[in-house]
Each structure stands twice: as C-alpha cells, then as structure tokens.
C-alpha cells in the first residue's frame, strides 16, 4: 500500500508539473515572437505606412486575444504593472473615444490600432517574462537587432549605391528605419544597453565583439547627425554612471571604444564624399572606400583593446586607491574634453558672438551636414510647437482627434512646409486628444522611469541585477527624452522596442529575488 502510494504521489507530481512547464514554454513563445516581430520590422521592412503596420498591429492583437484564455499567463503581474497597463489603457481608451469629435475618423482608427499594438507589447512582455535566465539573452537578441541597424547605416556609407540614403537631405544615414533620427535613437538605446552586458561579462572574446558592436553604434550614431539622438545618449550615459555601481568599469568600456572611434573620426573627416551635400557619385563611393578601410581598423582595435582589458581584469583586481584614482582621472579627462570643445567651436567660428550666432542658425543651411551638430536650432519645431499649444488650448478637453494634427497644421500653418507631426510626443497627446490623454502618458513615463531606477538604485551591491536595471532604466530614458522632440511613436519597429523593454524592465523590477540565488553566479557571465 505505501508503495502504491507513494507511484499515485509521484504521477501527481508530473501532472502538476507539466501544465507549469508547457507554460512556461508558452510564455517564451511569446517572448520570441515579440522580438522576432520587432527584429523583423526593424531591420527588413519598415512599419512606417499603414499597409504594412497594420497586418502587424492586427496580429499581435490577435496573441494578445490568445494569452487571454491562457490559465495563469498573467497570474505574476505585478501590481505596478497593473497600473502602468491602466495609463497606456486610459490613453488608448481617450484615442478611440475621440472618433466622436475626430478631423479624421481613418486616422483616428489607425493612431488607436497603433496604440492599441503598443500596449498589447507591453502587457505581454510583462507577463510573459518568466525566469532571471531569459533576461540577458533577451538584452543580446536586442543588441543583435540594433546592431543590424548599425550594420545597415554604415553600408549606406561604404555601398552608397547599391545602399542609398532616403533622408531628405540625401546625406544622413537613416538605416532601415527611414529617419535618421529615430535610427539614431534606436542607436543610443544599444549603446547603453551594451554597455550594461559588458560591464557584467566574464568570457575576452564575447567582451571583445560587445566592443566592436559598441564601436559600430557610435559609428552609426555619429553618421545621422542627430542632434537630439547624440544628446539624447550623453544624457543617458550620465543616468547610467548615476544609477550604477559599477561605474569605472563602465567608463574604462566606452573609453576603449571611443579611443578607436575618435581617430576614425579624425582620420576621415576630410572626405568630401562622407557628409557634404552635393557630392558626385565618384567622391560618394571614394569617399566610402576610404572609410571602410579605417572603419576595419577602428574595429580591430576596439576588438583588441577589450579584450585586453578584460584579460587584466579577469587576473588583477584593482584595489580602491587605484580605483579612486581611475576615476578621477576619467573625470578630469571628460572636463577637460567638454573645455577643449568649447574652445575649438568658439575658435573655428571666430569668437563668442560669431559661435552663438552659428548654434541658434538653421542647420540645413550648411553644405556639410556634420556641422549641423554645431547648431542648437529646433528648426521648424517652434512652429509646430506653436500651432499645436493654440489648438490645445483651443479644444483643452478633447483636441481635435487621434492622429489628426496634419489637418490642423494645413489649416493654421504660418510656413508653407508640410508636416504629418507635431515633433514632440507628450504636446501631440494634448492638442490631438486633450488634457486627460497627455496626463495619462505622462502618468505612465513618471512610474514607469521613476519604479525602474528606484529598484535599480535600491538594488545595492547585487551588481548584476543593478546594472541590468540601469541600462534596462537608461536606455527607456533615452527613448523618452529624444521624444520630446521627435515623431518616434508614429514609427513602429522603435517604439515596439521601446514597450518591450518597458515590460522587461518592470517585470526584472519587481522580481526582489531576482537574480535567484542558484542561478545569480552564472546567468549574467558568459
């Protein structure tokens, strides 16, 4: 009898584990097809037109549908998450509510099936993220993607024929994305994030190809020009240093990339073909053989310079004076950097009043385009910001519907230029859909930032998890900041990067016992 029992005990053992294990994959499926999906709209088509987000909007709502009658897949949703739901939901809720009083009904349906596609992202990244052991994988599969973006926007410089730019100034990079400052954007959040793997990496050659594709993203990055995309990123990689504890580490890994980065850039920033308007077919395709060959350069020395640091640092460990000294050493190199700028732009331009006068002009007036980055005008975003703030306070309750700033722009525009955008995330929500829809989102991005860096900061000497929250924390700032003056939301493949790594970050936030003690020693360290 005992015997009996004991083979009926271990039968319901297996019959209640299995539902636990196929859930588990389930969740995972999710996942996959939650990063293939935006992997695939990233890098091979663009999601921008309606015709192709919207088969995609429509499937991921249909998974979403599915998750529903799935036992338990959202029993672990943290409260917060609930919340955080609750905000992107009011805001979609006010979206398809303005069909009552919209300028537009077609676009008003499509900016909530957009919405609507970004939530469902959110909320099943959310759930779906079962297990510490997922987490950095799922860091690498992003990096992977971004590094495609990166790989793509340096061929339009090395192949730019058969790899042509389709920005409007026909000289900027804008990759697969179709904007060179959403790419640059999408570029910045990579940065940091592999700057947080790198900084908890045992195994020299995975820390050496981190270093190339940290090296390729600069790259990447600095060949869009993008004002907001570059500031966006020094503004990130400040939080970082903030939020981590393991701040020299991170200084020494950018450093060794920037060392390389910095000749590539010296060493080929004379080529007329690279960044200046107008230039032939031949100086375009020289200009990109030359570049490629210090490129390949830049790269091997980002390779070997990683790996040799990660070979001191796997052998030695560096005791606090030193580490002190280190960075105060870092510190007043970076000072002194920033000074040594300012002199130069101040002395290229021929003194204060002539610099001040070159930063505020419009940066499209200059044949080389790198010299936009020398220019703090907003361009026609005043204009934009202007008509928008009147139409809010015009209708501040309802605005003028979803998606439907395009026809207030034509109708009080004081330029003739056209424009789909207001340029800057949170006034659209207030001059499209009012008052309630702006506080929603920004109920969203005040919780959302302010519960991931607060776990991040209150995650003490556990460097793993502290370091995954902050780049996790820094690269959703990234995003949000650069918002303030770009249209990324009405570009699919960046924002539903955006909302799945939102849902990471919450989930890994919420989780206290995560890394989970038999698994923290070896899950983060290749």
């Known amino acids: ?3 009996r029992w004991s083979r009926w005990e271990r039968s319901k053992e297996q019959k209640d584990r299995r539902p636990g294990r196929l859930l588990a994959a389930f969740k995972a499926l999710v996942l ?8 695939y709209g990233m890098l091979d088509v663009n999601l921008v037109g309606d015709e192709r987000m919207l088969p995609f909007a429509a499937g991921l709502l249909a998974l979403l549908f599915v998750t529903l009658f799935v036992r338990g897949f959202y029993a672990d949703v943290p409260t917060v998450g609930w919340v955080l739901v609750g905000f992107m939901g009011a805001l979609v809720g006010i979206k398809g509510f303005s069909m009552l009083w919209t300028l537009s009904e077609s676009e008003t349906i499509k900016e909530t099936l957009r919405s609507s596609m970004y939530l469902a992202v959110f909320l099943m990244a959310l759930a779906a993220l079962s297990s510490w052991r997922q987490v950095w994988p799922l860091v690498d599969m992003v990096c992977l993607i971004v590094g495609g973006v990166a790989g793509y926007g340096l061929l339009q410089k090395l192949e730019p024929l058969q790899y042509p730019v389709a ?21 910045a959040m990579g940065v940091v994030l592999a700057l947080a793997r790198m900084a908890r990496m045992r195994g020299v050659f995975f820390r050496g190809v981190y270093a190339v594709l940290l090296l390729a993203f600069l790259a990447a990055l600095y060949l869009t020009v993008s004002r907001g995309g570059i500031g966006s990123l020094a503004l990130g990689l400040v939080m970082l240093l903030a939020l981590a504890n393991n701040r020299l580490q991170t200084l020494a890994n950018l450093m060794l990339a920037l060392l390389p980065g910095v000749w590539l850039w010296w060493s ?13 077919d031949e100086q375009r395709v020289a ?7 210090h490129l390949a350069v830049a790269l091997v020395a980002a390779f070997v310079l990683q790996v040799g640091y990660a070979f001191l640092v796997n052998r030695y460990e560096l005791l606090p004076p030193g580490r002190r000294l280190l960075g105060g050493a870092f510190a007043a190199a970076g000072v002194a950097a920033v000074v040594a700028a300012g002199i130069l732009v ?9 610099a001040y006068q070159e930063l505020v002009s419009n940066p499209n007036q200059t044949q080389n385009v790198a010299q936009r980055l020398a220019s703090l005008s907003i361009g026609f975003r005043e204009d934009y910001w202007r008509v928008a703030w009147e139409e809010w306070m015009e209708h501040p309750l309802t605005g003028s519907g979803a998606g439907t700033f395009t026809y207030t722009w034509f109708r009080e525009r004081p330029v003739s230029t056209g424009v789909r955008q207001v340029h800057n995330l949170y006034l659209e929500q207030g001059t499209e859909t009012g008052v309630f829809a702006f506080a929603a989102l920004v109920g969203f991005v005040v919780l959302l930032l302010g519960y991931t860096a607060r776990a991040a900061w209150r995650s003490g000497t556990r460097n793993e998890r502290r370091m995954l929250l902050s780049g996790l924390t820094c690269a959703l700032a990234v995003y949000l900041i650069s918002s303030v003056f770009e249209w990324h939301w009405y570009i699919p493949p ?9 849902g990471v970050a919450v989930k890994v936030a919420s989780r ?5 003690p038999e698994e923290g020693g070896g899950s983060g360290r290749d």
């Open 1 to 3: 009898m005992p015997e």
């Open 32 to 39: 996959l097809v939650i990063v293939v999906v935006t992997g």
């Open 167 to 187: 920005s409007l100034d026909g000289v900027r990079v804008d990759s697969t994305l179709g904007y060179s400052n959403t790419a640059a954007v999408v570029l």
């Open 268 to 280: 080929t920033r004379g080529l007329e073909g690279l960044l200046q308007q107008g230039a032939t």
């Open 287 to 293: 200009a990109g053989e030359v570049f490629g060959e």
């Open 346 to 354: 101040v002395s290229q331009y021929g003194g204060m009043v002539r």
């Open 494 to 502: 960046s924002t539903l990067l955006f909302f799945f790594l939102a």
């Open 512 to 516: 206290a016992d995560w890394p989970e």
